[in-house]
């Protein structure tokens, strides 16, 4: 992360992965909800629940479950979805209903903003597809949002595990 | 973040005693007596240790020169949980579980095994 000092730079994300599969197949994996169940989320998570409308416009919600049982449900809505090429949506932490969950429900402030923007590109390469997920800069106060969601990651439990511990 | 300091703060995290120097901390400061006790260890060993913690910035030392009491600077723990980080790792994951799950399913079509 060169750019870890520069606010602006630093806050866009790009992660990309050279998949040993078609691009139809890949793009079916991250698109239907039979498939994502399959591997959605960080190790030890588990997909419960997932519908996708997968039009522009239309609106996908997804519950991802923690290996200690924590739920957390996430909705978006697509922007433009370019089979198999492409797809662009938003994505919030909401209820199991759908309904977006501000952040200025758990106190982080009514400034906090509570969207994400998330382009996924998908290129095959003979008969390999490369897939890049770019998350869009976000607002300095996005973090706390994501941070009091309580993200799991072996890096949160330690931090955790000191500030608990006082 | 520059990713040296992230490093560090690993190395320097990826100790239970530190840790738990660490968690002590978290409750105000102490002296490395006062840290040396409950880790029944001698006060060069927490010395060794508290260098480190040191060096990756995550406690400071007081000034005052026979007792030099130990603080918990919390902002690169902070920084290690940064979001930008723990959403590197989500997507990392998440590719790691995708690829094992494309090979499933092209196993299972080459053995004729057709599925959803």
């Known amino acids: ?166 | 973040m520059p990713s040296d300091t992230l490093d560090s703060t690993f190395a320097a995290l990826a100790d239970p005693t530190r840790r738990k120097i660490l968690a002590r901390l978290a409750s105000g400061e102490a002296s490395v007596k006062e840290l040396a006790e409950p880790f029944e260890m001698t006060l060069p060993g927490v010395s060794k240790h508290l260098k480190v913690l040191e060096r990756a910035g995550l406690i400071s030392r007081g000034r005052v020169a026979q007792s030099r009491p130990c603080r918990l600077e919390a902002a690169p723990l902070r920084e290690a949980a940064d979001w930008v980080v723990r959403y590197r790792r989500f997507w990392e994951q998440g590719f790691d579980r995708l690829d094992d799950y494309l090979r499933e399913l092209q196993r299972e079509e080459g053995e004729g095994g057709e599925r959803g």
């Open chain 1, 1 to 166: 992360m060169a750019n870890g000092d520069d606010p602006a730079l630093g806050r866009e994300i790009i992660v990309t992965r050279v998949l040993d599969a078609p691009r139809e197949l890949v793009f079916e994996a991250w698109t239907q909800p039979e498939h994502v169940k399959h591997w959605w989320g960080p190790k030890g998570f588990t997909t419960p629940f997932c519908e996708i409308d997968l039009r522009p416009g239309g609106v996908f919600l997804r519950c991802m479950r923690s290996p200690e049982g924590r739920d957390f449900w996430v909705t978006g809505v697509f922007r433009e979805v370019v089979a198999p090429e492409r797809l662009v949506f938003t994505d919030s932490f909401a209820d199991a209903e759908g309904n977006v969950v501000s952040a200025a429900d758990d106190g982080s402030g009514p400034d906090v903003p509570v969207e994400r923007l998330i382009t996924v590109t998908f290129e095959e390469h003979a008969g390999s597809t490369r897939v890049t997920v770019r998350h869009d800069g976000l607002e300095p106060g996005a973090e706390r949002d994501l941070v009091s969601q309580g993200w799991a990651s072996g890096l949160e439990s330690l931090a955790e595990y000191v500030v608990e511990a006082a």
